[in-house]
């Protein structure tokens, strides 16, 4: 190789790799903006998580949820404790396919499931017929619950109402 080959190679490698740490840094920041979004969920939550069947309360009792930015803002953890429920889960968004995902594991079960923002709220789709919703009320609690569609009509089959912890 001679001497301007070698520029040449040289400095095609130093572009590619300025390219290759841009799109890393540029996709780390859509990550960090998006997580973002989700920022009213992040804190020490305590209060009543309330089960429904028919629109009827089945079961009540304490909830507490541990919510957390990791990993320099790219990932979110929940600890979910209450009466009926301990579950761990790992919120993050992939740019490639401008999707969030939420990753929940309990004594039972894991799953990963797709999520979005929409209306200030997080929504995440564990099928057609099968919601939760993540939301800030107007009087700052962090209220979830989660959606089962039946015969057309959306019913609450649980709801978690929680204020930051002392």
Known sequence: MNHWNA???KT???MLFISCLFNNLSGQNI??????ELSFMIGDWIGTSTSYSDGSITQQGPAFEKIAYKLD??????????TSLQLHTVIYYEPQDETYYYCSFSKRRAGKFRGEV?????????SDTYRLVFQQTPEGEFMEYGETLKD???SKSFKDVLTKAP
């Open 31 to 36: 990550k960090k903006e998006k997580m973002a």
């Open 7 to 9: 520029i040449i190679f």
């Open 73 to 82: 803002g790219e990932l979110i953890t929940v600890d979910l404790h209450s």
């Open 152 to 154: 057309g009509k959306w």
């Open 118 to 126: 929409k209306d200030g709220k997080f929504w995440v789709w564990f």
């Open 12 to 14: 095609g490698l130093t």
